[in-house]
């Protein structure tokens, strides 16, 4: 049943197994042009040939499904809900693309001759070459983005909320050359819009989708995000120019949007204020605190840092995000990811022991004076 309800499954067996015969090259170098084709007759022929190796990839998507589903359950049942972030491009080499080839501007000889990025912006002055093959919409757009319309539909089984990341390339999206060694020299072209959005609105009402919406964001952009309904981001650390009323300050934040001291790309709070500079500093602390705060008092726990994050929690955004870092008062060392940086990301982790330090009578009394406390029924424990 798993198999039959899940129509992505026999395209992502079927890779997995082709790119093990083929001694895990990338799909676009298997020596077999008709399975580099995605051709019906060679694929079907790797399913009956390669019985044994096709079932364990589905068996092991299954099995992920169960084990999640479950840890999804109980975790629910606490009172818990998890947001699940899903990109808005997919990796070139994937069962996705490979499958797919109409759906993405491929040429014949499945070169991109454009790829996905970002301009220069606050993170990194080159932009962000991702070099991901962008979508052809309007491929799309003739079934009815029933592509997309699948990928959402799993997503909300596995998730209670999706954020989709860099959500302003539905409005319009940075096309970079191929041959570009950065992202600096590109053009926005238009994306889907309104049109893609009906069509999900009219498979699932009320979509439990959050848009990031952060980077180079103009007029176009906001009125589209005003169109979907959706909420959108606000980043605490990127509101402290001394010189302009950010939309990331907290008395600019909408009662529809979701507020973050920091993300992964960003610093951790105590990092990013020991590496700011003294009149950035200083406004943050003077906009934080009616009193006058020491950042380096108190440790890294201290009311600087705290003062910061009770800041995000009395705005008006319905939900409120601190990393465990910022809640835990770790420093830079303990950054998830730099943005543009290929290598030391992702490397941080969380000992029991730093969790088991959290102040949670501070969290608790947090959540409880501005109201964001979720009161979870006894039916919920039984």
């Known amino acids: 049943m798993f198999c039959l309800n899940n129509l992505w499954l026999d395209d992502v067996a079927l890779f997995e197994t082709i790119r093990k015969i083929e001694g895990k090259k990338s799909w676009w170098q298997w020596e077999n042009a008709a399975l580099r084709m995605h051709d019906r007759t060679a694929i079907d022929g790797i399913r009956t040939g390669y019985h044994d190796e096709y079932f364990y990839f589905c068996f092991v998507q299954y099995e992920f499904y169960r084990q999640w589903m479950n840890l999804k359950a109980r975790i629910n049942e606490i009172g818990i809900t998890i947001i699940g972030d899903i990109p808005i491009y997919v990796s070139a080499d994937s069962a996705d693309v490979w499958a797919n080839n109409s759906l993405f501007q491929v040429r014949a000889d499945h070169s991109f001759a454009c790829v996905a990025g970002v301009p220069p912006d606050y993170f990194c002055e080159d932009g962000q070459l991702w070099g991901n093959p962008l979508y052809d919409w309007d491929a799309h757009a003739i079934d009815g983005y029933a592509w997309w319309i699948q990928r959402l539909a799993i997503n909300f089984v596995l998730f209670d909320k999706v954020r989709i990341d860099h959500f302003r390339g539905f409005c319009s999206y940075w096309s970079v050359s191929s041959q570009e060694e950065t992202a600096r020299n590109g053009e926005w072209l238009k994306g889907p819009g309104m049109a893609f959005f009906q069509k999900v609105a009219e498979v699932f009402p009320n979509p439990p989708i959050i848009a990031e919406d952060l980077g180079e964001i103009d007029d176009d952009v906001r009125v589209f995000l005003a169109d979907t309904g ?109 943005p543009g940086t290929p290598k030391g990301n992702w490397v941080f982790r969380v000992t029991q022991e730093g969790l088991d330090s959290m102040d949670t009578n501070w969290l608790w009394d947090m959540n409880s004076l501005y109201r964001r406390l979720t009161v979870v029924s006894a039916d919920a424990n039984a």
């Open 230 to 338: 959706f909420p959108g981001m606000h980043v605490l650390q990127f509101g402290f120019d001394p010189n302009s009323d950010s939309t990331h300050l907290t008395h600019n934040y909408e009662k529809n949007s979701v507020a973050y001291t920091g993300t992964h790309d960003n610093n951790t709070l105590l990092g990013w204020l020991q590496d700011a500079d003294p009149e950035t500093r200083e406004f943050a602390l003077r906009y934080c605190s009616p009193v006058k705060l020491d950042p380096t008092a108190g440790g890294p726990r201290g009311p600087a840092c705290r003062a910061m994050i009770r800041q995000v929690w009395q705005s008006h955004a319905d939900l409120v995000i601190a990393p465990v870092q910022d809640l835990l008062g770790y420093g830079k060392e303990a950054r998830m990811n730099i």
